[in-house]
Structures are given as C-alpha cells and as structure tokens.
Nanobody, 126 residues
Framework: QVQLVESGGGLVQAGGSLRPSCEAS????????MGWFRQAPGKEREFVAT????????YYADSVKGRFTISRDNAKNTVYLQMNSLKPEDTAAYYC???????????????????WGQGTQVTVSS
C-alpha cells in the first residue's frame, strides 16, 4: 500500500507558474504509474497528466499540453507537476494518483489508479 501527500498548490495570477508535488510513502514508488487529475467545483474529476514508472513516457490532456510538465524522482519518491502559463480555467483541486497494474505503461483514466492523495488547491486569478 502507498500513501500520497500533495503540496505546492496555491493562489497565482493568470500567466504565472506553480509546481505541485506529491510524495509517496513506501519503498516501491518506482513500481507505480503516476498521474495527476483535477476537479473544479461542480465538475467531474478529469485527467491532467501521467508518467510511466521510469519516467520515460508521459501523456497530457489537450487542455494542458505545452503548458504543464509531469516528472518524477524515484529516489525521492516524488512526482511533480510543473504548471506554466496558468489560466483561470486551471483552477481546481489537483490530485495525484498511483497505479500498480503491470497491464499499463501509463494511465489516462481514474480506474487505472488504486491510490489517491488528498488534493492540493490551485487557484488562478484573472
């Protein structure tokens, strides 16, 4: 089992940057596919980005492609989401997730993840 703790959210003006991080407990972090999802008030949770176990493969939602970068440091049990050129529509609670199934190299849907963090709020003002 793994526990995930996000940090690094906050309030930023449009055009600014934030870098949320997610630290995992346990010794097997490198065996998990990692992902970031977000949920805005009144909306369903949506996929943002995912990264493979060794960091060699990434995939992004079209809405964040070119602005967000997902990365991981397996030595630090941490996954990051560098968010640049933020827009008000990026405002949401951001959740990291970990998936252990060897069936997937990356994960674009929530059902591919067993473990979720508590979320970190990102608010972008116009």
């Amino acid at each position: 089992q793994v526990q995930l703790v996000e940090s690094g959210g906050g309030l930023v003006q449009a055009g600014g940057s934030l870098r949320p991080s997610c630290e995992a407990s346990g010794r097997t972090f490198s065996s998990y596919v990692m992902g970031w999802f977000r949920q805005a008030p009144g909306k369903e949770r949506e996929f943002v980005a995912t990264i493979s176990r060794n960091g060699g493969t990434t995939y992004y939602a079209d809405s964040v492609k070119g602005r967000f970068t997902i990365s991981r440091d397996n030595a630090k049990n941490t996954v990051y989401l560098q968010m640049n050129s933020l827009k008000p529509e990026d405002t949401a609670a951001y959740y990291c997730a970990a998936g252990s199934s060897l069936q997937y190299i990356i994960g674009l849907t929530s059902f591919q993840y067993e473990y979720w963090g508590q979320g970190t709020q990102v608010t972008v003002s116009s």
